[in-house]
């Protein structure tokens, strides 16, 4: 086994051509059915597709598309997926246990121990963990623990043929952030910032972002809800009675926490997985 501690992907979208490459290569190696099928080939309106993660798209990249003054379109290509943070809301309120720390930094999913509960789904602030309504239980990116801890790059790092992404050591991307933000200021890049360095208490996918954090559809700055650190206190109590203090706790802390989303029906489930 690799020796792997506190590992990061970081993503720089000066170098992104968003060929999707990443995306795909997620699916393939997560073998995650498309959920566009014959629309794959129709025209939306934007080229970026499919227009959220779902329980069986881990990864997107987005578009944010900006009409400038002097006229056409410019694109500010960004990665929307699992971030990976030190401060994990949805390790942080899962009643069971399901989504643990690996040793890799990364924070890995149990489907097997997930009861479906949804807690992570609508605490997650960058809104990625998607709830299966056929199997009533959660998915999202495990920064490919399977592939790491054997010694190889996460799937979408390792397709990547422009040299966006790279995987390593936290500390050392953090380092290569650093410096490649150093050049693109001095390339004329004033409002280049990095995402991900103090964000959610430190990500462990960080994101150069050659236009601003903002532009690339990153909050900068983004925290962990305050009400999650209630949870934390509160957790212990779930030892005595998971089920009713998740259900008194739970609940005003769903509803007071502003994350909510609509819930998939079967029908959207149908539609995702195909
Ligand atoms: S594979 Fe690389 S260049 Fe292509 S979309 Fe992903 S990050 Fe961007
Ligand atoms: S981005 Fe959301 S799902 Fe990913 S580690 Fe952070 S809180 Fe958890
Ligand atoms: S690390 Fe693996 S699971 Fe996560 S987005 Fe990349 S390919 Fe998908």
Redesign the pocket.
């Known amino acids: 086994m690799a020796d792997v501690k506190d590992m990061a992907i970081l993503y720089d979208t000066s170098k992104c051509t968003a060929c999707k490459g990443c995306q795909v290569a997620c699916k393939q190696w997560n073998q995650l059915p498309s959920p566009l099928k014959d629309s794959a080939y129709e025209f939306s309106g934007s080229y970026e597709n499919p227009s959220e993660l779902g329980p069986a798209t881990w990864l997107r990249m987005t578009f944010n598309e900006v009409e400038p003054d002097d006229g056409g379109v410019q694109w500010n290509f960004g990665r929307q997926g699992?971030?990976?943070?030190t401060d994990?809301?949805?390790?942080t309120v899962c009643p069971v246990g399901a989504?643990r720390r690996a040793s890799t930094g990364a924070?890995a999913l149990d489907r097997e121990k997930c009861i479906g509960c949804r807690y992570?789904v609508n605490s997650?602030?960058?809104g990625?963990?998607h709830w299966d309504a056929v199997a009533n239980k959660t998915s999202?990116c495990r920064m490919c623990e399977d592939r790491v801890v054997n010694g190889l790059q996460p799937a979408c790092v390792s397709t990547c043929p422009t040299g966006a992404l790279s995987f390593g050591r936290r500390d050392e991307m953090v380092s290569a952030a650093r410096e490649r933000l150093t050049g693109l200021h001095g390339g004329g890049h004033t409002k280049a910032e990095v995402f991900g360095i103090d964000e959610?208490g430190g990500t462990h996918v960080l994101t150069v972002a050659h236009r601003g954090a903002e532009a690339h559809g990153l909050t900068p700055g983004m925290q962990a809800p305050s009400a999650v650190s209630l949870w934390q206190l509160l957790k212990p109590l779930a030892a005595i009675g998971t089920a009713a203090v998740a259900g008194v706790f739970g609940l005003s802390f769903l509803t007071g926490i502003g994350y909510r989303r609509d819930e998939l029906t079967l029908e959207d489930r149908e539609k995702e997985v195909g």
């Not at 994990?88 to 390790?91: I, K, L, N, P």
């Open positions: 699992c971030l990976h943070c994990a809301t949805c390790e989504i924070l992570c997650c602030p960058a990625v963990p999202k959610l």
